[in-house]
Every structure is written in C-alpha cells, then in structure tokens.
C-alpha cells in the first residue's frame, strides 16, 4: 500500500483547488467573449486561452497520469492548448493563439467542467501525497496564469484605440495623501540561508536552500512612487546616456520609450492608463511606478544615487514578514500608495503592489534539480538572459506569493506589473 | 435646381445598396463573435472589421457630407474604421484590429442599421446623381470588403490549428470528370479600344478609355487546374531557379513556399484547405488552381513554354463575354472545374473561379484623374509594386465585376482567389 | 565552314575591347587598394569585384566558349567571381564580397591582364560573328560595371565619416548661371515603333521592336534641378501624405527620408555630397538634382502638377537625336547645369546627367525571348518589381547609352544618378 | 608635490607598454593592408580599427589629459576611433568600420607612431602613479584588442569563400596523442574570498575583493575536446530540446547551428577551420572544442549529465595557479591538447586555449565601483545579458590573464575561443 496522506491536508487542497477555480472564472466577468479573444502582443495570450490551457494541465499531468480510465475531452487539446512543454507534445506557434476562435467559449468552459470533475473524482479516491502535491502544483500553475490573464487584459484593453476599463469603479485609496518619506532600513548580512525551507509548496527553482554571504546593506521602506519617477523624466534621465545599461540604452531607442509602458503624454501631461481606466498623473503620484522595464528601474536606481537589491537582500528582509499587502485578493487591480512608512514598522509593500526588480539574474541555485519529465521544462529551461523579481504584485493571488518565490522575466519586459525597490550599500 | 435623376435609377441604387447591404451579413451567418475576431495576417482583417469600415465608408463620404442634420453614430468610429485614407482622418495601426474587442458585434450591427437608416433617408428625399453615384461608389466599395472578408475568413479558419470548414455542405461539382484540354484560342489583336466606356459603374482607375496595340496572341481557353499544378511541383518547378523570376526565387527561399498556400503534404499527399474543408488532391484535380502568387504563376507559365496574358489582352478577349461563372452569388465558395471546354465556344472561366494574374503591372491609363479629394486615395496610391489581376473569382459578387475591372495586388500575394491563364504568342 | 564577318568590324571590336579595359583601370586611378576594398551597403560591390568580375563574364561566356585550349586563370574564381548566374555556377552571398581580401588587388590586375591576352588571342585567329557580338556583350557588360564601379564609389566615400573625394578638382561649370525656364516640348504621339531597330549592339530586353500607341503628351526641356527639388523640400513635400504613392510614404517615414540621398542638412542649410567633395546646395543649385527614388520623382510631379513621362513617351522624344551629353566620357563625375534650353533647339540632358525615372514598369516587351543559357539571367529574370530609367547619366560611357536603352531598378533605389524629366498631357 | 613613484615601476611599464605596443603590430605581420580592410560582422571589426582604436585610447585618456601641450594627431581621429564611450564624444556606427578606407594603414601606422613618441615623453618627465596606472590600463586595454584581432581576422578568413589561413605552419603538438580521461578534481568550497586582491593590476569589475560561500564542488582536469564534442552531434545533441535552455534551443533553430562556429561538413566528415587552415575532425579530436556558444556549452554539460561551474568556483580552484599555458605568447593560435591529465597535478588547461563559459551571469561585485568619468563605461555598462568566461585562450597575452579576471559575452557568442569545462556536484 502506498503512502498516505492526512484526510485534512486531502480537503484543504480540495478547497484551494475549487475556490482557484471559481477565482479564474470570476476575473472573466467584466469580459466579453470577443475580449477573450485578443493577444495584443506575442508575449500576451487570449484570456480565453488561458481558461484553457489551466484545464489541460490539470487533465495532461494529473488526469492522464493519475485517475483511472480518464478519457480526454478532446484528443486535439492535448497538443492544441499545450504552451510550451516541447517534451510532452507538439504545440502551435504562441502567436497564433488569438486565431482559436473554436473552439468556443462555451465549450472551454464545458472543458473545465470536465477537467473541475475529474479533478473531484480523483480527490475522492485518492490520497496519495504524490497525487496532492501534483493538484497543489496545478493550483499554483492556474494561480500564475491567473495574474497573466489579467495583465494581458491590461496590454489588451491598452492596444484596442477605445481604451475600455476592466473596472469602472475606482478604489478609495486611489489618489490620497502623499507618500511617505522613502527612508531606509538597514540589514547586517552575513551568512544567510535562502531558499525555501521545504514546508509549504514551493517550486523547484527555489531548491535547494543555500547558503549565501551578504555584505551589509539597507532597502527603502517603500516602492518608487508615480510622482518620484516622474522627477526621473523630468530630469532628462531617458536621454542621459550614463544612467543605462548598454543594453538598456539601445531599448530606450530602439523602442523609443521614454516613459513607463501605458503612459502617454497629452497636452503636456502625463496619463496613466490601468485597469480601472485612464488617470492623470496626479490622480496617481503616489502610487507605486509600475510597468517599467528591468532596465528602467536599474537607470533610475543609478540616477537616484542608489541601487537595485539582489534577490538574496530581497529575500533575508523578508523572511518571517507575514504576506499581506495589496495582492489581488484585494480587488484593488492597480498599485496603491501607503498611508505612512517611517521604517519604524520596517519595510513596506513588500508583497503586493508591484514585482520588484532585483540585480539579480535568473539562474539555478547550486545543486539545482528540476522536476522529473515534461514538468521539469516548468521552470529550468529559462534560466538564462532573466532576472528575478520578488513580491508579487496586485495581480498575484496572495495563497501564491511567499518569501522564497521567484519571478523571472527578460530586463525590457514591461507589461507585468513591475517596479522598484532601491537598495543602498 | 440641382440635376435630377429618373426615379428608376433611385430606385434601382436603392434596391443594389439593400442587397448588398444584406448579403455582407448573410456572408457572416456560419460565423461566431468570436470567429469574426481572428486577424490572421497582416494582410487580412477580422470580419467584424469590415463590418463596420463598410458602414464606416457609407457614413463618412456619403450621409456627413450629403445628408443634411446627420450626426455621426459614434464620433470615435470616425477614426476607428478608416482604412488608409490618409487626409481624412488618423486611422489605427492595421496590425490592431483584432484587440477591437470593444465596440462588440451588436455594436457593430446597430451601426449598420443606423447607417442602413440614414441612407434609406437621403434616398427618399434626394435624387441628386452625383449622391446616388456616390452611393453607388460605397455599394462598390462594400463588394469588395465582401470578397475580402470570405478570404480573410479562409486565412483565418487555416490559420486555426484545428482548420474549421466556412461551409460543411461540399456543392455537387466538385470532383467532377477531368477538365477539358487545354486549347488555345487566337486573337488577332492591333489597335484596340481598352478601359471603361462610361456605361454603368466603374472606377477611376479603368479610365480614360483609350486605345493600346497588341500584337496577335492566343489564350487558354480554361484556368490551369490543381492537377496541372500538381505536375509542376512534381517535375521540381520549385526547385529549378531558371523557372523563376529572382525576387520569385527570393521569395519561395525566404518563405519555404513549395506550393499554393493551403496546401499542405500529408504521408506524400497534397491536401487542399478550402472554405468547405479539406481535401485530398484528388478531389479537387479538376479545378483550378488557386492561391499561387504572381511568381509562381509566372513561373508555371515558363515551365508550360507559355506565358501570361497583358491585361489588355485578357480585356480584348473579354469584352462582350456576358458575365457569367463561378461567381460569389453561386454559393460554392471555391473554384470549380468546368465539364467540356473545346475552344468552339471561346474563352471559359474568364468571370470567377479565381481571379487571374496578368503580365501588366499595375500603373495609371494615360491621362488617369484619381477621383477628388481622400477618395482619391482609393487606388491610385497603390500604382507602384503591384500587377494587375483580371476576371474575379468565386467570391466576387456578380454585379462587381466587368471587363474592364482591375484588381492588383503585390507579386507575393496569395490569400486572394488567384489562379493562371496561360497565353501564346 | 561558318559566317565570317568583315576585318573592320572585327578591327573595330577589338579596339573598343581594348580602350574599354583601359577606362575601367583608368577609373581607378584615384583609388588606393583600401578603397577598393569597400561595400557600404547591400546593393553596392567593392571596387576590385567589378575589376574581377569583369574578367570573369569575358571568361566565363567568351573564353572558356570560343578558345581552344583555354585554361581558367585559377578555378575558384570560375564561382567566386559569378555574380547571380545560378544556372553557370554558384555564387558567394553578394553581401560577402566586402569579406575577398584575398585574392589580392595585384592579382586581380593580373587576371584581367590574363584574360585580356586570350581575348586578344581569340580576337586574331576569329572572325565568327557570333563571337564577336559576344566580346561585344562582354564590353557592355564592363560598361554597366564602370558605371556601378563609380556609383559605389561614391556611396563608399559617403559612408566614410571623413567623406574623402575621388576626384578633388571641381570642374569649370559647376555653380554657373541659373537654369533656363523648364519650358515644354509637345509630341503628337499616335502609332509609333519603339525597342531596338537592330542596328548596333543591344540588350534581349530591347526587343522585339513593336508598336505602342502614344497619346499626345510634352516634356520638359531640362531636368529637375537642385534648386527645384530644394523648394519642393521647403513646401513640406516629404510630410504631405497626398503627394506620395503609398508604397513611397511608407519608404520615407520607415527609412527617415527628407531629402535626396547624399544630401545632409548642417546650421539650416543643404550640403550635396558628390565625387568631387562636399557643395553647398548653392554652388550646385542649377544642376539637375540626382539620387532620387522613383518615389520621389514621382511625388516631386505630382506636386508641380506633372507627371513623369513612360518609357515610350521618351523614347519616341529621344529617336534620333545623337548621343551628347554629360556622360562619363566628359570627366565632370558629376550633373551639370545648362546654359540655355527654351525649346527652340527641343529637349536638353536627354543622355548623361542622371538617369531619368519613368513611369513605366520593367517588362518584357511583346514576344520577348531572352538569350540562350545562362546569358539569359542577365535581364529577363528582373522583370518584376522594378521602374525602367532612360538615358544614362554622367556615369554612362558614351557608347554605352542609346535611346532603346532600358536601365532598370527598384523605386526605392537612390544610389544611381537617377532625375527627374517632367511630363505634361 | 604629488605623490611619485619607484622608477623601477616607471621602468616597467615603459618596456610593458613597448612590447605591447609591439606584439600588435607583430600580430599584423601575416596581413596584407586589404585584409586589415575586412569586418566580417558586426560584432568583429577591421584589424586596421584595432591599431587605431588602440592608439586613440592612449591619446584620448592618456595624452590629452596628461601630457602638457599634447596635440591631438588629426581632431577627426578623436571621435572616428571612438568605440561606445558616448560620454567622451560621438562615434561612428560600428557597422561602418569597414568603410574607413582612409585613412589608409600607412597613416595609421604613423598615428601609432605618434601617440608611441607621446606616451615616451609622458614616462620620461612623469612618474605620477595615476598616470603610470593610466598607462597600465591603455596596455591591458591594449592586449583586450590584440585577442580581438585575431579573432576577428579567423572570421574575416573564414567568410572570405577561399579560406586563407593566417598562419600557414602547423604546430609540432597539432594531432597528438588522445587526450588525458577526464577525471575530476573536488574541492571543499566554504567560505572563500574572491576578486582581486589589489596586488598588481585589475579592472574594476573584478572589485571589490568579497566573500563567497561555496558548496563542495568538482571540476574536470580539463576542457573538452572536439572528439567528445563530436559525439554529443552525433548522439542527436542537436536536436533534442530536453537538453537546451529554451533561448539556446530557440537559438540554434534560428541560426541553423549544429556544429561549433567554424566546423563544416564534406561527404559526412568535419573539417575545422583555424588560423592556421582547415583540418580533419581527425587532426584536431584531442584538442579543446572551441567557438562554442554559453548555450551549446551548457546542452553539451547537461548531455554529459554534469554542469557547468560558476565563476567562482573556477576562481576558487585557480587561485594560486601559476600563469602558464597554451596563451598567445605560445604562438600556437589555437587550442592544444594536453598530453596526460590525471588530476594528481591538479587541473590542466586553466589558462590559455579555451575560455571557459561558467554558469554565472555577468554582474557586479556587492559594492562595485566602475571608474571615473568617461572610463566608468569601460565595462560596468554592459553587466546585463551577459555570461562570465574565465582564464584566457591561446588569444591571449600571457601578461593579460588572471585568476580574478573576468571575460564576458552573451550566450549566443561563438566568434571567441570559448570552450568547455564540466563541473560536477
């Protein structure tokens, strides 16, 4: 007889798995089914396809693998919604998602129906840990692409020339008092151990745990503000070519970027475009900056006198900081300011509001292992030419995000809510 | 008091710009919302695009500039669905249209009923010849958004990895007995009259009329078929560069083209993608030819010891040929293959099937006046860089096409209806 | 035994040969084997590749054809120095030929001295015409080179941030008076031959002769000047989107064009770069201005309410008139003004100056039939996308030009002296 | 009085800077001015660039601000060699490099002679240790262009179609013996320190000297060579996704690659270009694999089932080694295999013959300082994208390389001598 799990940890994951569920569904509502269809850029995918491509890993790598007699619901969607797990399938192009107009939204959504039963009946039957941990490990897969959807919403929502909201309604917060002081904190180093510690789940690019020897160093209490980054524009600093990287400064120019991704200049002033509609800048200055590129934060950083963190300074501040912040339980959809941080209370926005920039690349820690078969292409095969961000964002489930997470994506990535955290020696 | 017109001919406009009117929408009846958001090359535009740009056309140089008290049924839409018409107004980038997720289809159809409205409105009161030419323009116009949106759906629907059919329902003919032989029919050729005589509609650039000589020439009596084709690929057509023109070599290297586009080899077997799906060679032997770029038409012709016919040559051949074939008012929605075709009843195929790719490149009669104002933007501007294609295809609606039509398009183009007949000195 | 031809003819090829190869070192005189070196863009060759691959066409379709015995002066060179004759041998990427540094410059002069022995040595023993029209077609070749050989000088040296000169001395006439009035000479046009009577050398792609049939139409006496084109420029001509063809709007905003290319604005003003140094738009003001695109030409008319003229309108201006004019053979290296042109004494700059763009599109003419073999890659393969020029330009060797003569190059082209003769109705 | 230095130090960077300034002249020797003309890519530049460039390092950071009354050879010269210190002045695209044909190499060569005589002054009335350190850095500066050079001349002779080889006798030790097993040597890790230790001279990004904690680790005695390679293409290595980073796999499909940079294949066998010609796969099986891409590397480690080691755990494992191998001063020009390797001695091949790519992303050290001024882009602003290559090649100057030295490019270079070394647990 196989091992066994506790009857409790059984329902909780069948919990977490449902409310997942309804909660992908939910973020849909505000959508049209002609919405789910648009990928506004090739790093983007349809909504709908993301509603889809949840229930195929859920039926490719738990369903096929583990539930008995489990017939597929549509022997094409094994290969048609697979992403990019070259080992298990054949997959179509990324760009030419946006063409699955079949099937329907309706049928997707009949295939998470199926894949949701399915799911059930395994839980049922089975309690093997193996079994739960995989469930788990789909959960966080939906979690993940839950924050993508809603991105790629915002990139959708931003290209179509209309301009529509996702949310009407605007959250109290928005545009209140300003910021507090951008003090810092100061950490003493030394040998740290990072990485996670094993209990909860976790993925595998965050194994093993490690040690790692940090010098002294301090963190501002808070994220870079709207208003701060502003003051980085006025002051000519997309045309200051000594505060780029070399390969930042050939994007600025390439792309001709001189702002922050879904801003706009109009009369002068500055617009800032979100999911709940379009804001002047002053309507949001002291909201955290967001949607700039790793080599936005990295020129703004040296402009400030400053510098960025690295995940592992990112990461010993953070450990033992409970996960609250403005994630996407909220409802806020947009990064929001803070009342008051004097450092007193140590730092802030820690999880939440934005994905921070580290000056860290994305690479495998020593002894790094990645997950047997087709799962092992999760994570591993991206480490190279990324850096990490850490603490989530207001688009990140807060069951998703911990200390030890991270999040990777190529420097002139900027469609994902991203901004900056400064570091000082 | 303003010229007048007799009430037959308003009448009879007003009837034309129903219909037509009428069958866009038919032409969307196997199309879901979703369907008629795919934009699947640059080249092409979602359905619901041309949707609204055809009502669009009707608003913007018809009922604002003739119908006294017209408000525009949304000010935004004035820039939203403007092609290219440069002086009138900004238009989106073209790549953009499939994130028009917002306005939806309902939007869209009230759209064209309140344009529907405005139009029946002037026709009442307003029998002004220049107004109803104007009408008869956006009819026109309407027309070839018509076969546009039937090619783009064909793109489309190819592009969808699961390759839906447009129509499930495949017309009798198909598959028929072989084609006749290919015979040639002589023309004497001199000094001919080429270009619009006047009568009925046309656009400006089939005018002036004026007069070319042509030396005495033969034409194909049918369209090369599928299986002709077929030969050519098996005799290495693509693979001998003497066959080929060098920016034709250039552009089957660049592209990896080896044979029309929709086809595709299958364990050693062409398949043929259609608006009703897919078939094997075999089924489709007998009819002709489609989707082949100007290159490869023109390298077929060498390869056959022929070549393809001038524009004016096909246009001698044709005047006074009734317009009758395999046009979009017969439903079948791809080329078909005609049962006898001996030459004692001259030329077959010239009015649809595909339309037919000449040796002429696509340049102004002498003497050419674009028309006044934006709308003169509507063809002259393309009078570099493109050839001449005659004759219409399957999805030309009847009443657009005459003898005089010039269609052009780039040499590479192969999403259009566009097949080959072959001409003899 | 074979058709021979008259000592005189074959006298009078041989010095033609003779006098050619000398002009083609000539022309490098001024160039050290560093320059020879250069390829400053795609379409451009170095120097010593035309040296070498004018030797290679007297090898390859003379020598190694007609001479007994002959030997390759070193095989490699037999694919090295092949340009685009995919049916004689492989070639190297054209973009590459910057890369032959080896064989050295000294070895290439000792190829041609090699090559030129076995023509001279097929020149004694043979009479046969149809290799002396082959030596003939091998001089042609050479001239086109001569030409190219200084065109791609000049985009070399204008490359080179230091813009060095190829020939320092600045000639008499440049910055002379002002140009005469840009007065019109009407033609009656009708029925008219145009294309190669047959006399005296031409191309495949000058024939067959045939008629055409010509409205009545005017051309300018003079070509557009500097001065001209330098108001058109000031009227905002390249921002005014109604002028442009809209392939040609899209060249200039993707490629920044605002001026002809070698043109370069400093403090305010024009400066024109040219085979003899740098100009101020004054000093060049009455010469014709050059390095047009089509594109260019074309909405320069447009804006001065002309049009350009077709190739047959100028052709049929241009039969017999003698071959005078500011070609190669003058030295200036450079377009010239005129004194005088009000009509009387008909059209002025008809050959050399620039090359005039023409309305009309590189084709076959009726009955066209290439030459045998690989020869026949050298026209007939580019009869697709590209705009015919007419009469040579102040880099065309005086027995090179002819009125029949049909230069051919794509519309964005600006390397070549290419102008612009106005056409009226 | 400002602080002064032994002469003995004076002494010794006088005959440094000599013999340096030496060696790169020497290293022309085998090049013909037209070979010095060629930039085969854009990543390479014309060796003719090298010798300016190198020149006008030592006048624009050294001369200029150091020597009283310096004048600047030719005011041209100052931003026309300028490479990418955009805040020192302008600078040419590096695209063009090979479009300076003048100034031609004799006045470049009398340019180094110039700046040679400066530089002498400066030592002879300055013993200032800023200026002598300066002076120190224009050498290393210097050598970094040397192993430029003739990679870039193995490039050029490699695209020229004949090949040429730069040095045409081929070393005694060239298809020795096989090569050594390889074993592997562990090493504890701990806490380590790495970085330079001040002692002689360093750039800035091997600072600060800092603590590393390491996990015990082993290295193989040596690189791998192109026989084992070999076996990795011929295992399918190529082509199984499971063993490649997801850009390396998008790599390799993109550019075609399978097989090292310089590797061909002939009726089924390698060939392997070099500077000193093409030999059999077989002449060179025991020596080091080399022009191998980060991404090629890392599949390569991951079909061996081992690792790549990170940048400190090769320095860790060099420090202390002396500085001999197969460097340039050898004068092999290529990599050699060693003749018994069995880990009693330690590792083999540490320096000289191949860089080493390692797992570690180009970053800077906790508190990294680049220089001052205009030399603070020297290297702090490429420290994105890139990965960490160690302990030279047979490019190398002897005098170059160290155990904190740190080489760096992106992951898709090849055009470098980069190669292998397994780590293991």
Redesign the interface.
């Known amino acids: 007889m196989g091992a066994t799990t506790s009857p409790s940890l059984q329902v909780a994951i069948g919990e977490r798995f449902r409310s997942t569920r309804r909660q992908t569904i939910a973020l849909c509502e505000p959508l049209?089914?002609?919405?789910?269809?648009?990928?506004?850029s090739p790093e983007c995918s349809p909504a709908?396809w993301h509603l889809a491509h949840t229930a195929w890993f859920f039926e490719s790598f738990i369903l096929r693998e583990f539930l008995p007699g489990y017939r597929l619901f549509n022997k094409?969607f094994r290969?048609?919604f697979n992403s990019?797990y070259?080992?298990f399938a054949d997959f179509?192009e990324k760009r030419?998602r946006?063409?699955?107009?079949?099937?329907?939204?309706d049928e997707i959504l009949s295939y998470r129906v199926y894949v949701d039963r399915g799911i059930e009946d395994l839980l049922d039957r089975n309690s093997d840990p193996g079994v739960l941990k995989r469930i788990e490990l789909g959960v966080n897969h939906e979690e993940q692409h839950q924050e993508l959807l809603v991105t790629d919403v915002l990139n959708?929502f931003f290209?179509?020339?209309?301009r529509?909201a996702y949310q009407s309604e605007v959250p109290k917060s928005t545009g209140s008092s300003g910021p507090a002081p951008a003090m810092f904190v100061s950490f003493q180093g030394g040998?740290v151990d990072v990485g996670s510690t094993g209990e909860g789940f976790c993925y595998d690019n965050e194994l093993p745990r490690?040690?790692?020897?940090?010098?002294p160093y301090s963190l501002a209490v808070r994220l870079v503000t709207n208003e701060e980054f502003a003051e980085f524009i006025a002051a000519g600093g997309y045309r200051k070519?000594?505060l780029?990287?070399?390969?930042?400064?050939d994007a600025i120019q390439q792309n001709g970027w001189r702002a922050p991704l879904y801003w706009s200049e109009e009369n002068g002033e500055w617009r800032v475009f979100t999911l709940r509609g379009e804001f002047s800048l002053a309507q949001v200055a002291s909201a955290p900056v967001s949607h700039v590129s790793?080599?936005e934060a990295?020129a703004y950083a040296r402009w400030a006198g400053k510098r960025l963190p690295?995940e592992f300074e990112w990461e010993a501040a953070a450990i033992g900081t409970p996960v609250e912040g403005n994630l996407m339980d909220s409802g806020a959809f947009l990064p929001q300011p803070i009342a008051t941080a004097n450092g007193d209370d140590g730092l802030t926005q820690l999880f939440g509001d934005c994905w921070e920039w580290t000056?860290?690349?994305y690479?495998?820690y020593?002894?790094f292992k990645p997950l047997e078969g087709s799962l092992?292409?999760y994570n591993g095969?991206?480490?190279?030419?990324q850096?990490v961000l850490r603490g989530g964002s207001c688009a990140t489930p807060k069951a998703h995000i911990r200390s030890s997470y991270r999040n990777f994506f190529s420097?002139e990535t900027r469609w994902q809510f991203s901004g900056i955290r400064l570091a000082n020696?």
């Open positions: 049209t089914p002609e919405d789910m269809m648009v990928q506004s709908k094409d290969w048609l990019y070259v080992s179509p030419i946006s063409s699955f107009s079949r099937p329907g939204l959708a290209t179509n020339p209309l529509p040998l490690h040690k790692v020897w940090l010098e070519s000594e780029w990287l070399s390969a930042g400064w790793y080599f990295d690295t000056a860290s690349a690479l495998g020593p002894g092992g292409e095969k991206f480490m190279s030419g850096m420097p020696k």
